[in-house]
Each structure stands twice: as C-alpha cells, then as structure tokens.
C-alpha cells in the first residue's frame, strides 16, 4: 500500500475502493465544523463503466453533479445515509460536487423523518447548484467553490442548536472511539440517558447507536482488507470487538454484501496492488 492510498484510506473510510486512475478525488474543509464534515469534489473519465461502493458516513450529502453530458444540464440532490453498502456506475466523463454534512444540519436541511431519511435520494432545490456547475466547468477552484457554499451555509451554522451539538458529539465518538462497542457506552460517554442518545441520533441521522458504531467498523474492516489483503482475520476481529471471525464475518456480509475473503480478492486485484 502506497502512502497515497494510506492517506486516501485515513481520510474517507467509507469509500471502499480507492484507487482507481479514471477518478480523481478532491476533499477539503469548509470552516463550519459544527454544520459541515467536508466539501467533496470528483471528476472521472472511465474507458469502461466502474462501479464505486461505500458505506456512508451516518449524515446527509447534497450533491450537485453532471448531467449524461459534462457540459448538459446538471442534478442537485439531497442523499440520506444507508447502514450497508451502496453502488453507484460512473460512465464515461463527469463532475460532482458535494458537500458531507454534520448530522446537525440535517433538520436544517430537510423536514424528512427518520424512517424517511435512510437511503433517500430526492430533488434539492436549495443551495447554490447553477453557480457551482458553473464553476465546475470552468475548473472547480477549491477557493471558488469555497466562497459560493459559504455564502450558503454560513447563516445555517448560525442556528445549529445543542440537540445538534449532541448528534455530532455521538458520531464523534461512535466513529473514533474504538472503546465503544454497545449504545449504552456511548450514552455513557456524551452524558446522557440512552433514551435521549437514541432519539436524537436518530432524528438527526436515521441511524441508531448501535448502527453508528458498526458503521466504525465495517468502515474499518473493509477498507483494512482492500488495502491490505493479508490481514488476519482473527486479530481484526479482536481489535474491532467482536467475539471471534466468525461473528465478523456474519456481520461482514450482512452490511458490506460479500465475505472478507471477496473483499481481500479485490484489493489484491486493485491498480497498484
């Protein structure tokens, strides 16, 4: 593994196979941590179609991207996470431009409920989607692109509210802290009741405690076995808290769709390997 994928792997867990030459990725930070995880910016040229898996990060992204044509008319939508792998087909040349949401922002953004929120895709007619395809046609400057989604976002941050502060405070720790393996510890760890913990996780991202953490490490393993297929398996069970490799791998194909040893075939098999 390259340290070009090491970084890539650090910074976006949930997109499960890095690597190809056809796609280029760009992430940055907007300067609104309480309302915006990140700015992501792809562009793609594809001899052939390719398929891109990830397991989304517990929050909402608004998208704007091409249309069948780089230079047609473009799409704006508004994306709720989903507990297991998603697929999306990249055809031949294409942008997009999104930004990942903090779970504050998504009552902010949406008037979706929880049950409503998971795996939705619906139109997003807020934002600035005219201005940002344009940019992208004109190269996507980081700065650029930057000034027109601060204009935007900036007054939203204003109102993030401290249900908000919570939800954030709980993904945090549900993505990091590799300690906490059951909803009741990272109840314990916001210092609130578990009742509170679930309501407002699942208000703001659609997920619950418990999906929160095995979002971590699904994340985690996946991204370990692609980029290094002859990790063993047993001692990736035990640093992510399961009880032996086989309940791993139960879970494993329950929320990424295929075994560990499929996932390893594939790295092994990834430019660059």
């Not at 510890?185 to 679930?198: I, K, N, Q, Y």
């Not at 996946?222 to 640093?239: K, N």
């Not at 086989?246 to 295929?258: D, Q, S, W």
């Amino acid at each position: 593994m390259g340290p070009s994928e090491i970084r890539h792997a650090v910074a976006s867990r949930g997109h499960l196979n890095p690597g190809s030459p056809h796609v280029v990725f760009d992430r940055f930070d907007l300067g609104l941590p309480e309302l915006v995880r990140n700015v992501w910016v792809v562009r793609w040229d594809v001899p052939r179609p390719l398929v891109q898996r990830v397991l989304n990060y517990p929050a909402v992204n608004v998208v704007t991207e091409a249309g069948p044509q780089v230079d047609g008319p473009h799409h704006t939508g508004l994306y709720g996470p989903t507990p297991k792998v998603s697929t999306r087909t990249l055809h031949g040349v294409g942008w997009a431009v999104g930004v990942l949401f903090r779970p504050a922002a998504t009552p902010l953004l949406t008037d979706l409920t929880a049950s409503e929120l998971l795996g939705v895709d619906v139109v997003f007619s807020t934002g600035p989607a005219d201005a940002l395809a344009d940019e992208m046609r004109d190269g996507g400057s980081r700065d650029a692109l930057s000034t027109l989604l601060l204009d935007w976002l900036t007054p939203l941050a204003d109102r993030v509210d401290e249900a908000g502060r919570l939800a954030n405070r709980a993904t945090d720790l549900a993505e990091n802290r590799t300690d906490i393996l059951a909803a009741a510890a990272l109840a314990e760890a916001v210092h609130a009741s578990p009742r509170t913990v679930e309501r407002i996780v699942r208000r703001h991202t659609g997920f619950t405690p418990k999906q929160l953490i095995e979002c971590r490490r699904m994340q985690t393993a996946a991204t370990r076995l692609y980029l290094e297929p002859e990790t063993d398996l047993a001692g990736l069970a035990a640093d992510l808290g399961f009880a032996d490799h086989a309940h791993l791998t139960r879970r494993y194909r329950a929320v990424i769709g295929e075994t560990p040893s499929a996932t390893r075939e594939a790295g092994r098999s990834r430019p660059g390997a």
